[in-house]
């Protein structure tokens, strides 16, 4: 699920900032250098200038499993990955790949007549449909008995249901009165100033003794909001997030596939979807797709962490919780059409048909795929409440070609670590940074936001930097770099996520340590002997 982080706290849940009017911290923090630049980035841009001067890259395909994204972004276009074997729009599968037209990647959330999904339920509401569905409203002792675990199950996932249906029913109205106070008040004081745009100042300098009370009402509105690092759109966001919830996410009798028109039971892989692969909403996979490559050299918006790349965009997740067989299916498309590396920026606490992506990731690891994912916002010790996609198979093994990825935050000790980062000292690799993180939107545009959803392409990134510049390394020996070259704090001391308890850094992932591109560069030159 694309999990959305609010950058106010009004709520117990974390939505994803967007405040594009004033940076939170330097822009590009994530590709910085903690000793040149004070701020505990990547080391990127000094990995470029002081290691990988005058060398000579070879371009990496890199897949984008996520929600979609913009591919005609000013500081994308550039970097799109084209099916050079496929002929755009004349509807055959002239590659016989089995997806027609697909250009630049495929929507497994797309039907035939082009149409494609946005809203989803949750995994809990869909197995608590079928549950509902298997026992009925008075099942007998004997159906009981002989499906006990099914039904101790049932009633779990009823619980929590309705818990998160209550939670949307109590926040919706709040937050829909919250938008309306807002946007009276931001009228009021437009009309007020004669302006079409407020600014901070505009607000703050209005002289009450020369207003009338409503204006007084409406400047300490605005003021409250402003405190509290709160926009229109934030609360905007907030409104739509919570009706969503009570219209689609926690609704049983919704049902998207019917769009698609697929057997959701089914793999069915090649038989489904669509090649529109930007969506109704590709805020969140431009966002990610901008960390990873966005265009170094046009002189426009934001630096990319790799410089040779093409995304591949395969869009698998909607506004809910994505299927495991679409995410096993864009796992195996991205392998089967050439990318190197796959990020994988979403995720849920159940998942029904995982053999299905277990399977998957098998095939792209017997392929050399690395898989980069992201830990979860969750604040949960993973290690413990389990979140899916996982390295971990059903049967305890665990994929080799699996980086778990949590978020860091450019603040220092005690508040490094992101607040909404899930952590694991097994379940986790390793951090890097996820928090105010500047990239493309849609529309040629640029936003912060914060999520390990950022810290996963960041380290997608420098995994594609590695692949570009030292062509020769495999999947295991990306991810063996980037994990014993991680920048290790011994001696940080920062809350655990959630809590106000201070903790090691290093008991929070496997390596205790954060994502650095310039140590990763050196350790690749010893490791492939070469200047």
Not at 259 to 286: A, C, F, R
Request: aromatic share 10%; net charge negative.
């Amino acid at each position: 699920m694309k999990k959305i982080l609010f950058a106010f706290c009004l709520s117990p849940f974390f939505l994803l900032q967007s405040n594009a009017q004033e940076l939170q911290t330097k822009p590009n923090w994530q590709n910085l250098d903690f000793e040149k630049d004070g701020v505990r980035g990547m080391s990127v841009e000094r990995a470029y200038q002081e290691l990988l001067k005058g060398r000579t890259s070879k371009t990496v395909i890199v897949a984008v499993i996520d929600g979609g994204t913009d591919v005609n972004h000013e500081d994308l276009k550039d970097k799109i990955w084209v099916n050079a074997k496929e002929v755009a729009g004349n509807g055959k599968d002239d590659d016989k790949n089995g997806f027609i037209d697909d250009v630049n990647g495929w929507d497994f959330l797309g039907g035939k007549d082009g149409q494609d999904v946005n809203h989803e339920q949750v995994e809990l509401t869909r197995m608590l449909k079928q549950f509902k569905d298997k026992f009925g409203t008075d099942p007998s002792k004997k159906l009981i008995r002989k499906n006990q675990a099914d039904y101790d199950l049932m009633g779990k996932l009823q619980k929590e249901f309705e818990e998160k249906r209550t939670e949307a029913e109590q926040y919706a109205p709040f937050y829909a009165q919250l938008y309306k106070n807002f946007t009276e008040s931001e009228a009021v004081l437009k009309n007020f100033l004669k302006v079409e745009t407020l600014t901070k100042e505009s607000i703050t300098g209005i002289d009450e003794n020369n207003a009338d009370r409503t204006v007084r009402a409406a400047k300490r509105t605005l003021e409250k909001f402003i405190e509290l690092g709160a926009t229109g759109n934030d609360i905007k966001e907030a409104v739509e997030h919570y009706e969503s919830e009570l219209k689609y996410n926690y609704n049983l009798d919704f049902n998207a596939r019917t769009v698609v028109g697929d057997n959701p039971d089914k793999l069915q892989y090649g038989e489904y979807g669509n090649n529109e692969v930007t969506g109704p909403d590709g805020m969140h996979g431009s966002h990610v797709a901008g960390i990873i490559g966005a265009n170094r050299n046009n002189n426009l918006g934001i630096l990319g962490v790799a410089d040779d790349v093409k995304l591949m965009i395969v869009r698998t997740v909607p506004d809910g919780d994505e299927r495991d067989k679409d995410v096993a299916n864009a796992i195996r498309y991205a392998t089967d059409n050439g990318a190197q590396i796959i990020n994988m920026s979403f995720g849920k606490p159940y998942s029904p048909e995982k053999k299905w992506v277990d399977d998957a990731v098998k095939y792209a690891q017997s392929k050399g795929v690395l898989l980069v994912a992201a830990a979860g916002n969750d604040n949960l010790d993973i290690d413990v409440d389990v979140h899916y996609p996982t390295a971990t198979y059903e049967n305890g093994q665990k994929a080799e070609n699996w980086i778990s990825v949590g978020a860091l935050s450019w603040k220092n000790a005690p508040d490094a670590v992101a607040e909404f980062s899930n952590f694991g000292k097994k379940g986790v690799d390793v951090f890097a940074p996820g928090v105010d993180i500047y990239s493309t939107v849609p529309g040629s545009k640029y936003e912060e936001k914060s999520g390990t959803s950022m810290a996963a392409p960041a380290t997608t990134g420098v995994a594609a930097l590695l692949k570009s510049y030292f062509p020769e390394l495999t999947a295991a020996q990306i991810k063996k770099i980037i994990l014993e070259s991680s920048v290790k704090v011994p001696d940080f001391r920062v809350y655990k996520p959630g809590s106000k308890e201070i903790v090691k850094f290093e008991d929070l992932s496997v390596t205790g340590g954060v994502v650095n591109a310039y140590n990763a560069v050196k350790m690749a030159k010893e490791m492939m002997k070469v200047e």
